[in-house]
């Protein structure tokens, strides 16, 4: 065996620790805040930092002298964010989320001022329901539209209430714009929605945004039944769409301090 493999992946993984330290870093950082947040010598910190300059994977500010993630790492980043499926990366969460709550668990995208279901992990329990791939549900009234719409700009959410109305479906839908908007509000705040037979009568869902590499809401996930089941698993239900939407949006790239709100 080549003696000198441990010490190759000894410096490799100096290497990344070093790009990841950077990648979290604002506005960049220099040899001695690496040092000490990496624990590596200067001479060690400054010897990897050179061979990755060299390979265009960091830059430095010459006037400031401090390193910043190099176009090569960006390169490479980016390849991996576009070879990454919406749907492939939310399938284990879903099934997750299924196995916990025997729920049926929905993933969907905004079209037109509807919502588009992209997939779908049917409930263990003896409820089926009738909502397949491909399936067209009103943005305003289901919780998958209003995870999605929280995170949208207040003006593209009046050009779609003003171009697609408030209409009702069953006594509990909003159809009042300033209530609609509070509602939004709310979900921005807690990070799910809630459908209270809004569309449906008898059944109801909690839902969570799904945020892209950009730090655009691309699609929303969630968990849906009877009413009545939804909502005695409501604590456990919102914390699980929680983690696995944030599970999710991060195998999309999404960084939580580079969200924005504006429509994608």
Known sequence: MNSNLPKTNSTLERALILLEKLASGKGG????????????????THRILETLQKYKFVMQEP???KYFIGLKAIEIGMSGLHNTDLVEAAIPHMQDLVAHTEQTSFLAVYNEGETICIYKVE???SV????????RHPVHCTGLGKAILAFYSLETVDKIISEHGLQRFTPTTITDHQQFL????EIRKKGVAKNYEEFDEGMSSFA???FDYTGRVVAAVSVAG?????FEMQDEIEARLIEKSSLISKRLGFVPSMRSIYLS
């Open 29 to 44: 950082l220099g040899i001695g805040e690496l040092s000490e947040a990496t624990q590596l010598p200067k001479s060690t």
């Open 63 to 65: 006037s400031t002298e």
């Open 123 to 125: 409930g263990t329990s």
């Open 128 to 135: 089926i329901t009738n909502a397949n791939l491909g399936t």
């Open 182 to 185: 509070q509602e939004l509000s």
């Open 208 to 210: 969570a945004p799904i």
């Open 226 to 230: 009877p009413t009545a089941r939804i």
